[in-house]
């Protein structure tokens, strides 16, 4: 029976390599035939015309701004609210506000999308800050719930020895308890990113999707991930190859983004949270 | 002077951005109701989808199949690995450092990435099609990591004095897990399963090319159908039928919050016990 356990303990592994292998075997083929820096700095995507042109810097561009935005518009509401909640919120609010925002967490993304094409982008259009401000409400669960913790596991000697010394309470803690928890509330920013450069149904319904260089903000745009949903359905040949290929990208985004974290919480300790 | 100056803006923007949440938070759900409910008709429930009456049933009967067959694969994988990672591997052991950085892999990757991999895996390398086998398998993997992470946690937080009681009486290891540390874990096994099912009923990316759109119910596993949020997505792109999308939005907010509520009942219980 160990051996069980051990074969399903092993079983993750196994899944990383199969993603590996089947996104790496099917996807780098095109990088060859489009050629690497066509094909990641080409600024032009149009694969129906004649020859084709398969260029994702748009795409990969487009990722980038709706992150940013989301980020930008994210991280300081969420991050204040989980001082709040850590620290200002009354226990009657609290259970009212905690489980509205394990609520947000499980809302699905087509849900999301669905909400900000009938709320969002009849003021904003499809564009860029659409997707911004729709991602930047996605990822506030995420943001919230890993500050909150991460402030909650910082030691209460730290809030005492500041008021102590003098310090108010909002002092105390935006000077002395959120920079110990620090380390924590960037995985939260780290996971608030990936969350958005992965998210793809909600972007969809938003972002208008053209596939050129935005120039503003009020200008559509597309993802990475908008891009392969919207044309595996029908590519063939090249095409499909250069989509597979788009996903790479993507995957070797996210790992980097992981990867780094990782390391960065080697490095520094996890601290508190 | 200014030492109260700092307080009070401080206070201001904590409570702004709390207030800026709930409004969010309210906004959205008060949103979906109001357009939602009053679309929602006994017709929607009708087994029968076709071109007139676009009924949920189908895709509402399709995910609560895919959830099964997903949990019935990735359950047993998750809790045997949290076994073998907390009961069974040695200290320092290198394949557990492996397992490890796989699974916070596994828990980064996007599910528009997953849909790929399935589509290519599962779709066209297995030669399974679109069918409910294989988006269940892509969601299997999907929600692995969740359920190691939640079943690891769960056992870990059972006393040693248990399995030292177990020994003592004279039961083996193997006897010690399946009929002390598990049932001691189930809630947290439980609240984590609860939390996967959740992700199942949201995701829309990795199925869309792994179990395909039909929407109607499969005959079997080797057939394509649609869950609720694909169904939903799927409408979404019709302007005929924005009604039926959001009242599918609000069937889909119902589970969600049941869910939850599931959940936190579970872990409560958790808690409760140690």
Same mark, same amino acid.
């Given at each position: ?27 780098? /083929? ?16 149009? /694969?129906?015309?004649?020859? /084709?042109?398969?260029?994702?810097? /748009? ?92 402030? @909650? ?41 990936? @969350?958005?450069? =992965? ?22 745009? @597309? ?16 095409? @499909? ?5 788009? =996903? ?26 | ?274």
């Amino acid at each position: 029976m160990s051996a069980v356990f051990l074969i399903s303990a092993l079983s993750s592994i196994l899944a990383v390599a199969l993603i590996c292998v089947f996104l790496f075997v099917n996807g780098l /083929p095109a990088f060859g035939k489009i050629g690497v820096f066509k094909f990641l700095l080409g600024t032009e995507w149009s /694969p129906n015309d004649i020859p /084709p042109q398969f260029g994702i810097f /748009p795409m990969i561009v487009g990722s980038l701004y709706v992150t940013v935005g989301a980020i930008i518009i994210g991280v300081p509401i969420g991050v204040l609210t989980a001082v709040f909640l850590a620290r200002a919120c009354p226990a009657k609010l609290y259970k009212a506000i905690k489980p509205g925002v394990e609520l947000l967490a499980g809302i699905p993304s087509v849900v999301y999308g669905f909400f900000g094409m009938a709320a969002i982008v009849p003021l904003t259009d499809s564009s860029i800050l659409s997707a911004c401000i729709l991602l930047g409400i996605m990822i506030l669960p995420t943001i919230i719930g890993l500050s909150e913790s991460a402030l @909650r596991a910082v030691p209460e000697q730290y809030y005492e020895g500041a008021l102590a010394l003098g310090a108010g309470h909002y002092r105390s803690v935006f000077f002395i308890v959120l920079p110990a928890a620090g380390s924590g509330i960037l995985s939260a920013v780290v996971l608030g990113i990936g @969350r958005a450069i =992965g998210e793809t149904m909600a972007v969809i319904m938003v972002a208008g999707n053209q596939a050129r260089m935005p120039k503003s903000l009020f200008e559509g745009v @597309r993802t990475l991930t908008a891009n392969i949903v919207i044309e595996m359905g029908y590519a063939a040949d090249l095409h @499909r190859e250069a989509l597979i290929a788009t =996903g790479v990208v993507l995957f070797v985004f996210i790992l980097i983004i992981n990867l780094s974290l990782s390391a960065f919480n080697a490095k520094h300790g996890k601290g508190w949270g | 002077m200014r030492k109260k100056m700092f307080e009070v803006f401080a206070a201001a923007v904590t409570r702004l951005a709390a207030a800026i949440t709930l409004a969010v938070l309210l906004f959205l759900i008060v949103f979906i109701l109001i357009k939602g409910l009053p679309h929602i008709k006994p017709s929607l429930f009708e087994f029968e989808y076709n071109s007139v009456n676009v009924s949920l049933m189908p895709a509402l009967i399709s995910t609560i199949i895919i959830t099964f067959v997903s949990l019935l694969i990735a359950v047993p994988l998750g809790v045997f690995a949290a076994i073998y990672l907390t009961e069974y591997a040695g200290r320092g052991n290198k394949a557990v450092a492996l397992v490890r950085i796989t699974t916070e892999t596994l828990s980064g990757i996007p599910s528009i990435v997953y849909g790929l991999f399935g589509m290519l895996f599962f779709v066209t390398a297995l030669d399974w099609e679109f069918s409910v086998i294989a988006g269940a398998c892509t969601l299997a993997i999907m929600i692995l990591p969740l359920i190691m992470r939640s079943s690891e946690e769960a056992i870990k937080a059972v006393p040693d004095t248990y399995r030292e009681g177990a020994f003592g009486l004279g039961s083996g290891r193997l006897r010690t897990v399946f009929r002390i540390i598990i049932p001691a874990a189930m809630p947290g096994i439980l609240a984590g399963v609860i939390l996967a099912i959740g992700r199942i009923v949201g995701e829309t990316a990795a199925l869309i090319y792994t179990a395909g759109t039909v929407a109607q119910v499969p005959a079997d596993l080797t057939r394509s159908a649609r869950t609720l949020s694909v169904h939903m997505y799927a409408l979404s792109g019709e302007s005929l039928h924005t009604g039926e999308a959001y009242a599918t939005a609000v069937v889909l907010l119902v589970v969600v919050a049941l869910i939850n509520a599931a959940s936190s009942m579970a872990a409560k219980r958790l808690g409760g016990k140690m």
